[in-house]
């Protein structure tokens, strides 16, 4: 039998202290566990933050050609990158309104037609 010298234990220690300590065996299990998209929602929020996925499904549910302008009442970074196609123009009469707060905004949402909404989330178009 070979007796394991104290300095590979050491090692070996610390290489299992630090992958404990920085959840690799979580992060392993939640990536197999889950699809791209569950993780990118999870993490960007649905209808909150910075929506990733209200803005996928958008795109997706009305396959989108051109590009759209996303404004979101918050102070997350920008949603745009979600989907953004360079080269692309923007739709002039079309855009998506992520996390809307009534009291604070200047936008009235008479003014739109309201093609989708989820909670505080709008697909809006000028009417």
């Given at each position: 039998?070979?007796?394991?010298?104290?300095?590979n234990?050491?090692?070996?220690?610390?290489?299992?202290?630090?992958?404990?300590?920085f959840?690799?065996?979580?992060?392993?299990?939640?990536?197999?566990?889950?699809?791209?998209?569950?993780?990118?929602?999870?993490?960007?929020?649905?209808?909150?933050?910075?929506?990733?996925?209200?803005?996928?499904?958008?795109?997706?549910?009305?396959?989108?050609?051109?590009?759209?302008?996303?404004?979101?009442?918050?102070?997350?970074?920008?949603?745009?990158?979600?989907?953004?196609?360079?080269?692309?123009?923007?739709?002039?009469?079309?855009?998506?309104?992520?996390?809307?707060?009534?009291?604070?905004?200047?936008?009235?949402?008479?003014?739109y037609?309201?093609?989708?909404?989820?909670?505080?989330?709008?697909?809006?178009?000028?009417?």
């Amino acid at each position: 039998m070979k007796i394991i010298k104290i300095e590979n234990f050491i090692y070996l220690s610390i290489i299992l202290f630090l992958m404990i300590n920085f959840k690799f065996f979580e992060s392993v299990y939640i990536v197999f566990k889950s699809s791209y998209e569950q993780r990118l929602i999870a993490n960007y929020g649905y209808c909150e933050q910075s929506s990733y996925g209200f803005v996928s499904y958008i795109q997706k549910k009305y396959n989108l050609k051109k590009n759209i302008k996303i404004l979101n009442e918050e102070s997350y970074p920008s949603s745009q990158a979600f989907i953004y196609k360079p080269g692309e123009n923007f739709y002039e009469n079309k855009f998506i309104l992520l996390n809307y707060n009534k009291v604070k905004t200047d936008i009235k949402l008479n003014d739109y037609f309201i093609i989708e909404q989820f909670k505080n989330c709008y697909f809006l178009e000028k009417k």
